[in-house]
């Protein structure tokens, strides 16, 4: 049997694998970050997906609804820009104080 004999490590390999060792711990822990952040930004987007959807669906309904009752007004309002000039402001007020019209009163046809 030959038995070899082998040199012991010198210091500077010892260095050099502990520097290994720590630049690789710290690269993984970099990615374990990041693939947490990656999965924390992709679950934000499907719940502000899903919200907005809720909220569109959510908002079509009560149109309907308003729509089905008859109560234009409330649709008017819905589609009035929430900055309007001053002319229309005043355009607005009159309509709403001339109009006679009752949508939950059966047989009104209104007046200006």
């Known amino acids: 049997m030959k038995s070899e004999i082998q040199d012991p490590p010198s210091a500077e390999s010892d260095d050099t694998a502990e ?3 720590n630049e690789a711990e710290a690269l993984i822990k970099d990615l374990a970050e990041q693939k947490d952040l990656h999965l924390r930004l992709a679950a934000d ?3 502000f997906k899903r919200r907005s959807r809720q909220e569109s669906e959510a908002r079509a309904v009560a ?3 308003s729509f089905k009752r008859g109560d234009l007004y409330v ?3 819905i589609q009035v820009p929430p900055r309007i000039s001053k002319e229309d402001e005043l355009l607005w007020q009159q309509l709403a104080t001339q109009a006679t019209y009752n949508p939950r ?6 007046s200006l």
């Open 45 to 47: 987007f499907d719940n």
């Open 63 to 65: 149109q309907k609804e």
């Open 75 to 77: 649709e008017a309002s």
């Open 105 to 110: 009163k059966p047989g009104c046809r209104g």
């Open 19 to 21: 520097t290994a060792a």
